[in-house]
T-cell receptor, first 112, second 116 residues
Framework: RKEVEQDPGPFNVPEGATVAFNCTYS??????FFWYRQDCRKEPKLLMS???SGNEDGRFTAQLNRASQYISLLIRDSKLSDSATYLC?????????????FGAGTRLFVKA | EAGVTQFPSHSVIEKGQTVTLRCDPI?????LYWYRRVMGKEIKFLLH????????ESGMPNNRFLAERTGGTYSTLKVQPAELEDSGVYFC??????????????FGPGTRLLVL
């Protein structure tokens, strides 16, 4: 089993749609959680950190469920510019040597 | 503020040759990380520097890979001798604080390495 698992997609949605991505992680002691966005042939860029209380940034909402070891990202009112690969990223913290672990990514295509 | 830079952007070498990748982190960032993405796979951690010290190099594939960060500024990653399976994109990232668990890592554009 992979340490961080994501549905690879691709998700093909029309503009204005709401789309949700899920991610599960295997290490229950993991400390920090993030969603990164990666455009084709570019570097990953932080989209948002994920907190237990949930957090929202404009059209983006991230949720963390520690009991289920599950992270989600919700994108509302999708834009063409949201087309990218979304990476679920987990940092295990000191117990895991701070080794950041990436999911394989979920591809999103937003169509006009 | 300048971001993380990496050089070269692309490298094509033959099996058995040596290649050295360079990463310049954001000025003042103590933490520097190397990652690799091989075709069709997820990004994998290689190693982590805190200033000039290797904090964790458990992700380095084998002893053909050598990373250095003399003076705690830029870092180099040397592959010697290169093998076909070393092909991929090598990313460098940096972050500013002592405790890296909660902080954002800023990624460089990557070096695309192709070993023929």
């Amino acid at each position: 089993r992979k340490e961080v698992e994501q549905d690879p997609g691709p998700f093909n949605v029309p503009e204005g749609a709401t789309v949700a991505f899920n991610c599960t992680y295997s290490n229950s002691a993991s400390q920090s959680f993030f969603w990164y966005r990666q455009d084709c042939r570019k570097e990953p860029k932080l989209l948002m950190s994920v907190y237990s209380s949930g957090n929202e940034d404009g059209r983006f909402t991230a949720q963390l469920n520690r009991a289920s070891q599950y992270i989600s990202l919700l994108i509302r009112d999708s834009k063409l510019s949201d087309s990218a690969t979304y990476l679920c990223v987990v940092n295990p913290g000191e117990g895991g040597g701070f080794k950041t672990i990436f999911g394989a990514g979920t591809r999103l295509f937003v169509k006009a | 503020e300048a971001g993380v830079t990496q050089f070269p952007s692309h490298s094509v070498i033959e099996k058995g040759q040596t290649v050295t990748l360079r990463c310049d982190p954001i000025s003042g960032h103590d933490n520097l990380y190397w990652y690799r993405r091989v075709m069709g796979k997820e990004i994998k951690f290689l190693l982590h520097f805190v200033k000039e010290s290797k904090q964790d190099e458990s992700g380095m594939p084998n002893n053909r890979f050598l990373a250095e960060r003399t003076g705690g500024t830029y870092s180099t990653l040397k592959v010697q001798p290169a093998e076909l399976e070393d092909s991929g994109v090598y990313f460098c990232a940096s972050s500013p604080y002592r405790q890296p668990t909660q902080e954002t890592q800023y990624f460089g554009p990557g070096t695309r390495l192709l070993v023929l």
